[in-house]
T-cell receptor, first 113, second 114 residues
Framework: NAGVTQTPKFQVLKTGQSMTLQCAQDMNHEYMSWYRQDPGMGLRLIHYSVGAGITDQGEVPNGYNVSRSTTEDFPLRLLSAAPSQTSVYFC????????????FGPGTRLTVL | AQKVTQAQTEISVVEKEDVTLDCVYETRDTTYYLFWYKQPPSGELVFLIRRNSFDEQNEISGRYSWNFQKSTSSFNFTITASQVVDSAVYFCALGEAGSYQLTFGKGTKLSVIP
């Protein structure tokens, strides 16, 4: 099993550009989520999905879109990147239970100039 | 609202010393789960332990041990005989039954000096 995979590992964008961070898991987990990690802030939830076709907002959803067309994939879209979105982004997945152990991808380090 | 506090921002110890990382949580739920994750310098997040609110037994895994005390809302993590490879940022997290959000503390950076 590859677990949770994320691409790209690093990305530099200019303000106003758009891009999609990819996330995939091969553990047949129903629940997937995106977090951002900023210095001194811990991890904050951006969006999550409890199954294909179902998504919802987390703590810091502004500026990000998500969709979940398959169980395996959960891409995160930045429609118009801003310097405030410079961060490390982690995708995570877990079984359907709300308190099951969550497993994280390796992260994507995004810089917006 | 749920909250996790890791009051120690950074800790430095000399190799072979014991070190305890503190975690205090707030929740109104009676059913909840607590987690510890390790983030080494390479950046990935590694799951260490999951503990539910009904199980206050302490857990030991090799040099790692966890002390869960509901009376003080704490879930502290002790590393015995620390090693350089233990150098990392450690996160404590709280998940409430019925909530999809996992709330993280801000992390404690542990540096083990040879």
């Amino acid at each position: 099993n590859a677990g949770v995979t994320q691409t790209p590992k690093f990305q530099v964008l200019k303000t106003g550009q758009s891009m999609t961070l990819q996330c995939a898991q091969d553990m047949n987990h129903e629940y997937m989520s995106w977090y951002r990690q900023d210095p001194g802030m811990g991890l904050r939830l951006i969006h999550y999905s409890v199954g294909a076709g179902i998504t919802d907002q987390g703590e810091v959803p502004n500026g990000y879109n998500v969709s979940r067309s398959t169980t395996e994939d959960f891409p995160l879209r930045l429609l118009s990147a801003a310097p405030s979105q410079t961060s490390v982004y982690f995708c995570a997945s877990r079984l359907a239970g709300t308190t099951d152990t969550q497993y994280f991808g390796p992260g994507t380090r995004l810089t917006v100039l | 609202a749920q909250k996790v506090t890791q009051a120690q921002t950074e800790i430095s110890v000399v190799e072979k010393e014991d070190v305890t990382l503190d975690c205090v949580y707030e929740t109104r739920d009676t059913t909840y789960y607590l987690f510890w994750y390790k983030q080494p310098p390479s950046g990935e997040l590694v799951f260490l332990i999951r503990r539910n609110s009904f199980d206050e037994q302490n857990e030991i895994s090799g040099r790692y041990s966890w002390n869960f005390q509901k009376s003080t809302s704490s879930f502290n993590f002790t590393i015995t005989a620390s090693q350089v490879v233990d150098s990392a940022v450690y996160f404590c997290a709280l998940g409430e039954a019925g909530s999809y959000q996992l709330t993280f503390g801000k992390g404690t950076k542990l540096s083990v000096i040879p």
